[in-house]
């Protein structure tokens, strides 16, 4: 059994891995008999659909909080199954806020009291300028 989750921004790219993993399937089959069996789904979708406008209200919100706390983003496209992604599949556009956690999945992963304190800022500057 192999499970594996296949991240990619473009969705034309997401379909064709879809296609190489079945044709590979395939393949295998091909060789080795009806050996392999492919099961293809889909877990999460990817949230860069819903913030593809980089004027999109959650980021301008965003943007808007680290200007006024005088944070200088370090804006990345990710590409993940992070509950915002789940929300955003609901109808409500979620981006991923910085947690400032370092050596993320191991068991060195750690998230210093500042940053907690600055990310805590951070989402109340984000309702405050919302309820404006």
Do not use: W
Not at 17 to 44: P, Q, V, W
Not at 52 to 78: H, Q, R, V, Y
Request: glycine letters at 6%; hydrophobic letters at 40%.
């Amino acid at each position: 059994t192999l499970k594996i989750d296949i991240r990619e921004f473009d969705e034309v790219k997401f379909q064709k891995r879809l296609e190489f993993l079945s044709e590979m399937a395939s393949s295998f089959n091909k060789i080795y008999g009806d050996r392999c069996e492919i099961t293809l789904k889909t877990r999460y979708e990817n949230v860069f659909k819903f913030l593809k406008d980089e004027n999109s209200l959650p980021i301008k919100l965003a943007k808007d909080a680290f200007s006024e706390l005088n944070i200088t983003p370090n804006i990345k496209p990710m590409r993940g199954g992070y509950d915002g992604a789940a929300i955003s599949a609901k109808g409500v556009p979620t981006l991923n806020l910085f947690t400032g956690g370092n050596n993320f999945h191991s068991v060195f992963e750690y998230l210093p009291v500042a940053s907690l304190k600055a990310a805590s800022e951070v989402i109340k500057k984000i309702i405050i300028n919302a309820a404006k």
